[in-house]
């Protein structure tokens, strides 16, 4: 069974710093692109950035670009998302997802049950 | 950018046939994927490829793509049916999501 469970979210202060986790089991993690997803309160879901399964390819949204970095560790089946300079607006929950294949692109066919990000003073 | 256009909200008796478009340049030359997520919850892929559903998805699912709209329908609509509705594709190297329908079974 394909588990996704995400961790490190909080409340931070405007400017600040964060890392998100996100264990992965029940699948060859190495084998496939993994995503990160979010969704501000009350709103729709907007794609943060996805790394394939090698971290040979990382690609990011304009508005992340910069200030947060995606990565992974395949030897010990984990995703990161070291989200710095962060606002008000980044305020979210926090999914981690998983790609169809290795390479970035297509579907997510298992989502985390995410993690909450609070960016106020 | 590529944007994706959902209708706000839809509403449908149980029993009948509910249509959610998706709309988007040209997107019948793209794979749309459609999600389903309840309250509180993480969200579910329903559709992928258009027309493909994952395993556990009833029958009552199915998708169209053509032209410049893709287009879940979800047949004899049960209450428990009831959520929001996102579509996505794969645009360069982004990722555009739909803006969401909230589907009423009334």
């Known amino acids: 069974e394909v588990q996704l469970l995400e961790s490190g979210g909080g409340l931070v202060q405007p400017g600040g710093s964060l890392r998100l986790s996100c264990a992965a089991s029940?699948?060859?993690?190495?084998?496939?692109?993994m995503s990160w997803v979010r969704q501000a309160p009350g709103k729709g879901l907007e794609w943060v950035s996805a790394i394939s399964g090698s971290s040979g390819t990382i690609d990011y949204a304009d508005s992340v670009r910069g200030r947060f970095t995606n990565s992974r560790d395949n030897s010990k089946n984990t995703l990161y998302l070291q989200m710095n300079t962060l606002r008000v607006e980044d305020t979210a929950i926090y999914y981690c997802a998983k790609g169809w294949a290795e390479y970035n692109s297509g579907r997510f066919d298992y989502w985390g049950q995410g993690t909450l990000v609070t960016v106020s003073s | 950018s590529y944007v994706l256009t959902q209708p706000p909200s839809v509403s449908v008796a149980p029993g009948q046939t509910a249509r959610i478009t998706c709309g988007g340049d040209n997107i019948g030359r793209k794979s749309v994927h459609w999600y389903q997520q309840k309250p509180g919850q993480a969200p579910v892929l329903v559709i992928y490829?258009?027309?493909n559903r994952p395993s556990g998805i009833p029958e009552r699912f199915s998708g169209s793509n053509s032209g410049n709209t893709a287009t879940l329908t979800i047949s004899r609509v049960e209450v428990g049916d009831e959520a929001d509705y996102f579509c996505?594709?794969?645009?360069?190297?982004?990722?555009?999501f739909g803006g969401g329908t909230k589907m009423t079974v009334l």
């Open positions: 996505q594709v794969w645009h360069s190297t982004t990722v555009p």
């Open positions: 029940g699948f060859t993690f190495s084998n496939y692109a």
């Open positions: 490829d258009e027309h």
